[in-house]
């Protein structure tokens, strides 16, 4: 249930829902905040490698770093000292922990995800691109009840609406605001990379269509190629792509709502 919180802020009063998290919602956010944490430490241990190598004028320069290849490669590495040998060791050994340790958080996410009390809202936001079962989930756990919003205040509420300072007739925007949700406002600003290349129903995405109702792939396909066209215009104004990104994200906070209030 959620309760009225009322905010006054000089003459104007502002009143927004604040829930309490159930038990189940809470335990599930904090499996989704454990794999954050590990994406950052793999981050930095794949960081702390990478350099280690480049100190000793090693470059991988045969495709794209971190796959079965470069594991490979990795592996058949030697150093002339013992000791720098034994500090490539001690920090790939670090990578594949925190890589082992990130499989298996993923592992259980998609198992909540696909037998849980979220997973019809994870089913109908996989209709948008750039929104996967992972995504979908941590969307879903972090913001709760999607009923609180409209398609306008939720962006507001991660932080992805431009601050404002006005006085009198005058009215200067600045940066986005940043406020609210650190983890859904990454996510939605990665996810509207997703809509910048040409709009095509692949096959992953039709995939995550047949899990989700036909009005939910309906929207999904609207919100899609609305987000596309979006990124176009931005692209023909010579809009700076990081500002053009945040405002798609901005717009597809909303259609994340839509689809997750669609009955």
């Not at 006054?8 to 998290?21: A, Q, S, Y």
């Not at 986005?176 to 040409?198: D, F, M, P």
């Not at 109702?213 to 104004?237: E, I, M, V």
């Amino acid at each position: 249930m959620g309760s009225p919180l009322i905010v006054r802020v000089g003459k104007l009063v502002i009143v927004d829902t604040v829930t309490v998290p159930s038990v189940a919602q809470e335990a599930a956010r904090d499996l989704v905040r454990a794999r954050e944490d590990c994406r950052g430490d793999l981050m930095r241990a794949r960081h702390r490698l990478s350099k280690l190598l480049l100190r000793q004028g090693i470059v991988y320069c045969a495709g794209q770093a971190w796959t079965g290849a470069h594991h490979t490669w990795l592996a058949h590495q030697h150093f002339e000292t013992a000791a720098v040998a034994m500090t490539f060791e001690s920090d790939y050994e670090a990578v594949l922990a925190v890589q082992a340790r990130r499989d298996r958080l993923h592992a259980a996410i998609e198992t909540m995800a696909a037998e849980s009390e979220f997973t019809p809202i994870v089913r109908r936001l996989g209709c948008l691109r750039g929104i996967s079962t992972l995504t979908g989930f941590a969307l879903a756990v972090e913001i709760g009840d999607w009923h609180r919003f409209t398609g306008n205040t939720i962006g507001s509420f991660v932080g992805l609406v431009p601050s404002e300072h006005s006085s009198g007739a005058s009215r200067v925007q600045g940066p986005i605001t940043k406020t609210g949700n650190i983890h859904v406002r990454r996510l939605l600003v990665e996810a509207a990379w997703h809509h910048r290349a040409r709009y095509v129903a692949g096959k992953t995405l039709r995939d995550r269509w047949d899990l989700a109702s036909a009005a939910a792939r309906a929207r999904g396909d609207q919100g899609n190629r609305r987000l596309h066209a979006r990124w176009d215009k931005f692209t023909q104004r010579r809009k700076r792509h990081v500002i053009a990104n945040v405002a798609i994200a901005r717009e597809l906070a909303g259609w994340c709502w839509s689809l997750a209030i669609l009955d």
